[in-house]
């Protein structure tokens, strides 16, 4: 499997009652997963805990055959190739828009890295926008900006954290439908969180209910049968 | 905690961390361990005779000057935050302008105002003939030392309850008037509980002042702790009973510090609702209008205005004999040594603050709580620890170099470096609680978003926590720099054989009676602290928008 994330179990300082209580959860290559839960159910730690931003108290997360996390190691985020948009964003806002994207490109040389900016404006659609701050977009090209910051070091595995709370109803419906076509485009393998199931059909291939800290249960959506047949299914 | 979790805990943020904490904690341990030591001869006439003395002084003062000096400033924040009156805008930040005044500066010039030779004295003996009792107009007293503190020291409590007025009460204030309230009920049934922590905080800034200072005491002949410490230390030659002293100044004050707890207790309210909106100021009527202004005016001429024109004056008069190649070098000296210490506060508070922040624990909250108790510690008592180690330190060594056979060695008494130091550990609490809140107003999303596109924590803290906090180090820059620049005794007495700034020469000057010749080493740092003071405001406002 591409992800493969084993008996994973976390505690926030000071709680007496385990925030992720054995969480495990196989993704193959290409798939969009979605995290659909209340809020307090855990969902976004599962991500944190993804990204390397937490630590667990134990479990396995592997990503592309490189082990993040287990029981005698922890790998820095920066060196995890997990690729992250945060719920508010968090795009520098001393930088421009093409310095954001540009941020995450110094493994690159010089060439590389002014080819992949401009593959990545180009694919958000944000190439006028390039000399622009992130106080001077709207909502929604902020959030492609951030997108396209997240996806422009080619990371094995992209995750999102409630891409779409800070977004108003009608653009929220648009948005998630180019989301989804430009993540099938890259071939993002993408781990997703919201609360609202609506989101989650129209996004992912795969849902997957959480509570309490564990899965409740999961399903494969419509789209998964259009998209990628070959997966099986939990139900 | 498994083992990774603590291998994580111990980067070299924890590390850098961990070093400066041990230095600023060093001499208080000196000071404190000497409390425990066996007392000698010295000591217990001092405990008999002397010290009941220094305390009921050190008490009558500190508590004079904190009532007054919250009569004042809370008064003066009320006015120019409720009313509109005449130059209210101007008022609102020139009321600030005091703090540019360092305490002993304002001493000897009221001295030289009111004394027999000064312009009031002999005003009145020329134009009119008047001889007075020199009683009434003698201000080297206890009450003259009260007068002195609450002048320039008023306007820590006027910022601090200022801007909590502005920001947080207008909703409350408007409530109470619809309830039919009038202005002085509102004031002490509203705005004094509400305002109580800020008043509070601004007060025992006041108090912590009061206690380091050395030049107002010293100079107004009043014993006190400060002048008793440097007293048995240089005059009785007992480094012993010095530390004594220090130890239990330090007692005071940490007793002063719980007390703030204690007294603040739950009533840590900051207010509920994230929609602040700024009080409008409601216009005066009829002689309410006047009086509002001519108490404001009053303040702002006896504790700005007065001092700042007898300087100049005084400038004027000695301004050839004073301004020589020597008054240069003690603006280098006093920049140099200021801005060296200023950029390693600096250092040290982005380093602590930051490892505070990235890995909260039990453990980062105590250095962060240690980082900011070295403010509360009297410039007297730090000297005195800082010079016992070091001393101790070049005695070490010397033992090296001639185990060693070195024919020359390093003594650290004789340079810089300790007063650099002594600096560090007093100032280092204003730098860190203002790039403290920096990093909270920031909050880690964009450091988190740095290391998920592969950057560690160091390469994030340059390009992305340091840019980001620019305006709190800017700020942070300024407020340390104009402390370091007047500060009086830390300066006074761990400064190198031949080397002294603008503060202790004008001091100097002053203790050798010749107070005008004082005025222009005075005059710059009231200047350039006056001009940073407003810089740093304006800062602190666009960063507020």
Redesign the interface.
């Known amino acids: 499997m591409f992800v493969q994330i084993n008996d994973l179990h976390f505690s926030y300082k000071g709680a007496h009652e385990e925030t992720i209580k054995g969480f495990s959860i196989s993704i193959t290559k290409g798939e969009i997963v979605s995290l659909l839960g209340d809020s307090g159910s855990g969902k976004s730690t599962i991500l944190r805990l993804i990204a390397g931003l937490e630590m667990p108290n134990q479990g396995v997360v592997v990503v592309n055959d490189c082990v993040c996390c287990d029981d005698c190691q922890f790998m820095p985020p920066e060196d995890r190739g997990v690729g992250m948009v945060f719920q508010d964003y968090a795009l520098f806002p001393h930088m421009t828009v093409e310095k954001n994207i540009r941020f995450g490109l110094h493994k690159l040389n010089r060439k590389e890295r002014n080819a992949r900016v401009e593959e990545m404006l180009a694919l958000v659609n944000l190439t006028e926008f390039r000399h622009r701050y992130p106080y001077e977009l709207s909502g929604g090209q902020q959030q492609r900006v951030a997108l396209a910051r997240a996806l422009a070091p080619k990371p094995a595995l992209l995750i999102l954290d409630e891409p779409f709370s800070n977004l108003d109803t009608s653009l929220q419906h648009r948005i998630r439908d180019d989301l989804r076509r430009l993540l099938k485009q890259t071939g993002t393998t993408t781990i997703f969180v919201t609360h609202d199931e609506e989101d989650a059909e129209a996004l992912a291939d795969r849902i997957v209910y959480l509570g309490e800290g564990k899965i409740k249960k999961q399903i494969m959506t419509e789209n998964n049968k259009t998209f990628n047949p070959q997966i099986p299914c939990f139900v | 905690m ?1 083992w ?2 603590v ?2 805990q111990l980067n070299g943020w924890a590390i850098l961390s961990f070093l400066a904490i041990l230095l600023i904690v060093l001499p208080g341990i000196v000071v404190l361990v000497e409390l425990f030591a066996p007392v000698n001869d010295n000591w217990q006439h001092i405990q008999e005779y002397l010290l009941p003395r220094y305390v009921r002084n050190t008490l009558f003062i500190m508590v004079a000057t904190g009532v007054l000096t919250t009569v004042i400033g809370t008064s003066l924040a009320w006015f120019v935050t409720v009313y509109d009156f005449p130059f209210r805008r101007f008022f609102k930040w020139a009321l600030i302008l005091p703090l540019a005044i360092p305490p002993y500066i304002g001493a000897y010039t009221y001295h030289g105002i009111l004394n027999y030779t000064g312009v009031i004295q002999t005003t009145l003996r020329n134009q009119f003939g008047i001889t007075v009792d020199q009683s009434y107009f003698n201000i080297m007293s206890i009450q003259g030392t009260v007068f002195i503190f609450t002048l320039f020291l008023y306007p820590y409590i006027y910022t601090i309850t200022r801007a909590f007025l502005h920001n947080q009460s207008s909703s409350m204030i408007e409530n109470a008037r619809i309830l039919g309230r009038g202005s002085w009920d509102i004031f002490f049934t509203v705005v004094i509980p509400i305002s109580r922590v800020a008043i509070i905080g601004g007060v025992s800034l006041v108090l912590m002042e009061v206690l380091n200072d050395y030049g107002v005491v010293k100079y107004f002949g009043i014993q006190t702790f400060s002048t008793a410490i440097f007293s048995t230390w240089f005059g009785m030659k007992d480094t012993s009973s010095a530390l004594k002293l220090a130890g239990t100044l330090m007692i005071l004050v940490i007793a002063i510090l719980t007390m703030e707890r204690l007294v603040r207790g739950r009533k840590q309210f900051s207010y509920a609702s994230t929609k602040v909106k700024p009080l409008k100021p409601r216009p005066l009527q009829g002689w309410h209008r006047y009086a509002v202004f001519a108490y404001v005016s009053l303040v702002f001429a006896i504790a700005f205005v007065i001092p700042f024109t007898q300087l100049t004056a005084w400038t004027f008069l000695t301004f050839d004999t004073v301004f020589t190649e020597e008054f240069w070098q003690l603006v280098w000296n006093t920049v140099r040594v200021a801005f060296t210490a200023t950029v390693i506060i600096l250092l040290f508070a982005l380093i602590i603050a930051n490892y505070t922040r990235l890995f ?2 039990n453990m980062t909250r105590v250095i962060s709580k240690v980082t900011t108790l070295g403010y509360s510690i009297p410039g007297a008592a730090i000297a005195i620890a800082v010079i016992t180690l070091f001393l101790w330190l070049d005695d070490k060594v010397l033992d090296l170099a001639r185990a060693l056979d070195l024919s020359q060695t390093f003594v650290f008494r004789t340079t810089l470096i300790m007063l650099i130091f002594a600096y560090v550990i007093r100032f280092l609490a204003i730098g860190y609680n203002s790039i403290e809140s920096g990093f909270e107003k920031v909050g880690k ?2 450091t ?9 924590t160091v390469q994030t803290f340059f ?2 926590d340091i ?2 906090i620019k305006g709190a180090i800017m700020s942070a820059f300024i407020l340390v720099f104009i402390d370091i620049m007047k500060e009086l005794p830390l300066t006074l007495f761990l400064q190198p054989f031949n080397f002294s700034t603008l503060a202790t020469q004008a001091f100097k000057y002053v203790s050798d009676e010749k107070i005008h010749e004082a005025a222009l080493a005075s005059i710059v740092i009231v200047l350039m602290s006056g001009l940073l003071i407003f810089v740093s405001h304006k800062v602190l406002d666009k960063e507020a928008d």
Not at chain 2, 448 to 456: D, H, I, K, P, Q
């Open positions: 498994n990774h979790a291998k994580r909260p624990s999303s964009f988190e978003a740095s290391r998920m596109l592969g950057w560690n390009r992305v840019p980001m």
